[in-house]
């Protein structure tokens, strides 16, 4: 069993940045791979990132490419996810999960079996 909290999400203008965090309850959050997912109102939740087990690799929707950045301290139980150069359009409630993939960096959501309770990130204009 793993439970997840994520934290970190605010109000930002466009443009702007934040880092919105992810903490993992058990022993073997390191077995696990982790992504973060959104769903903005009245849209279908859509995928963001994916970091492996151990760091080693990583798996990024087109649109937030070169934007954002994921990365993990296993010491910690601990994931991040850095967002740069932010639009309105990334305004959503950020959820991430965790999958037993020890390898990969999956992007689809059924792989994926425990989720946070998510945080709000909104974009203003």
């Known amino acids: 069993q793993v439970q997840l909290v994520e934290s970190g999400g605010g109000l930002v203008q466009a443009g702007g940045s934040l880092r919105v965090s992810c903490a993992a309850s058990?022993?073997?959050?390191?077995?696990?791979?982790m992504g973060w997912f959104r769903q903005a109102p009245g849209k279908e939740r859509e995928f963001v990132v994916a970091i492996s087990s151990r760091g080693g690799r990583t798996s990024y929707a087109d649109s937030v490419k070169g934007r954002f950045t994921i990365s993990r301290d296993n010491a910690k139980n601990t994931i991040y996810l850095q967002m740069n150069s932010l639009k309105p359009e990334d305004t959503a409630v950020y959820y991430c999960?965790?999958?037993?993939?020890?390898?990969?960096?999956?992007?689809?959501?059924?792989?994926?079996?425990?989720w946070g309770q998510g945080t709000q990130v909104t974009v203003s204009s």
């Open positions: 058990g022993r073997t959050f390191s077995s696990y791979a």
């Open positions: 999960a965790a999958s037993p993939s020890i390898w990969n960096a999956p992007m689809a959501s059924h792989e994926y079996n425990y």
